[in-house]
């Protein structure tokens, strides 16, 4: 019988073995957080860091990926975002500098660079918002998913986690699936990876950790927060879409609705017509995940968190959170058992007590 440290094992062990890493956990990639520190911490810590390589130019990308191998030996992924118009030069730096894994995010990827990770020996992660997309990615060869509930902090879908898991999860066996959003505990892992998941991808706990290089006003918001304050953008008007963003409320994102209503003002009044209102909409939040996570502004910043940021409590070490995410999922393994125990003793008792 196995002990419930190897019952945790078995269960990460696919995904574990696909990552190369000890945990089958991700680190999510998230912009101007997850650079070579902290990507590097979570490798050396036997999960699996990502650089986030959001708007960056590809000499940078270049640079922050020869920054990480010089900071570890172990597997990392680069995070690529679909619509970055150098998409197909930043896949070639990926293949170039043999980075092991290439995420790509933000939208249905499209044929050329999907193609261009595979040709290039990469393994390829992509985000599957639906059962359909799924299914149509595994036919094209991606190698791994990632599914990402609401829940999450930063570019969402409608969907929360716990819905995608019981959608995806039981048809889609040909690849590793990974969840994500509002995870906070090894409890809520385990569950996952007992309903067929193959691992976790996390984003708040590790942006809010000792290594992370997020201004300390940043760490400090994500410890005063609640999950209920991690809120997904407020549209004002169906003609003018607001893409659905997962951040902490603050001036910022009050402004933000009165930034849309002067704007449609204006539009109602000729002021502006609907493509430049809608690109005044679009530039309210440019820069924003920088001046919070950098420069430490958190009032009027973008402080993008997930629902999870209710469980982030105090900085952390990258080992020690995941050191008690594994310790949080084997002791519910370990009360399962000694529950299972009490009960076959009850039911002896019960048995000797009736005679047989
Ligand atoms: C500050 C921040 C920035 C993020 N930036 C990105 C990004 O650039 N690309 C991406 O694919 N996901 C991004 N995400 C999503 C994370 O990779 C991850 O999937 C998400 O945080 C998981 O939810 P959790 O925060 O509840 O753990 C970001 C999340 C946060 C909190």
């Known amino acids: ?12 062990a ?3 073995a696909f990552l190369g890493t000890e945990f089958a956990i991700m680190g999510g990639a998230m912009s101007w957080v997850s650079e070579r520190h902290l990507v590097a911490a979570i490798s050396n810590a036997g999960g699996f860091g990502v650089i986030a390589c959001g708007a960056m130019p590809p000499a940078l990308l270049e640079a922050e990926i020869a920054g990480t191998q010089a900071l570890t030996d172990k597997p990392f992924g680069v995070n690529l975002i679909t619509m970055h118009p150098d998409l197909e030069d930043l896949v070639r730096i990926c293949v170039r500098a043999k980075v092991g894994h290439v995420v790509l995010a933000g939208g249905i990827p499209p044929g050329p660079a999907l193609r261009a990770v595979k040709d290039g020996g990469a393994k390829l992660i992509a985000f599957a918002p639906a059962l359909v997309l799924a299914r149509r990615f595994v036919k094209f060869g991606v190698d791994a998913l990632v599914i990402e509930g609401s829940e999450a902090g930063g570019h969402i ?4 986690l716990s819905v995608l898991a019981q959608e995806i999860l039981p048809h889609i066996r040909e690849v590793p699936v990974f969840v994500a959003g ?3 505990r090894g409890e809520a892992i385990l569950g996952y ?3 067929g998941a193959s691992g976790a991808q996390l984003g708040s706990r590790f942006a809010a950790s000792a290594e992370s290089i997020a201004h300390p006003n940043f760490k400090n918001a994500f410890i005063r927060a609640n999950a209920r304050d991690a809120i997904p953008s407020i549209q004002l008007d169906e003609r003018f879409p607001v893409i659905p963003v997962r951040g902490l409320v603050n001036a910022g994102t009050k402004r933000f609705l009165q930034h849309q209503a002067e704007t449609l003002a204006k539009f109602q009044s000729g002021e502006l017509d609907k493509t430049a209102a809608q690109l005044a909409i679009e530039h309210f939040w440019a820069g924003a995940l920088r001046r919070a996570v950098i420069d430490g502004d958190v009032e009027n910043g973008s402080v ?8 982030v409590t105090k900085v952390q070490s990258v080992p020690e959170i995941l050191q008690e995410l594994k310790a949080q999922a084997i002791a519910a393994l370990d009360a399962r058992a000694a529950q299972a125990r009490a009960a076959q003793a009850r039911a002896a008792g019960m048995g000797r007590a009736e005679g047989f």
Not at 1 to 12: K, N, R, V, Y
Not at 157 to 160: A, F, H, K, L
Not at 304 to 311: E, K, L, T
Request: glycine residues 18%; proline residues 6%.
């Open 193 to 195: 990876l007992e309903m």
């Open 1 to 12: 019988m196995l002990t419930p440290a190897e019952q945790f094992d078995a269960l990460q």
């Open 304 to 311: 993008m968190a997930g629902q999870s940021v209710g469980m």
């Open 14 to 16: 696919r995904g574990a």
């Open 182 to 184: 509002g995870l906070g």
């Open 157 to 160: 879908g409608p969907v929360s």
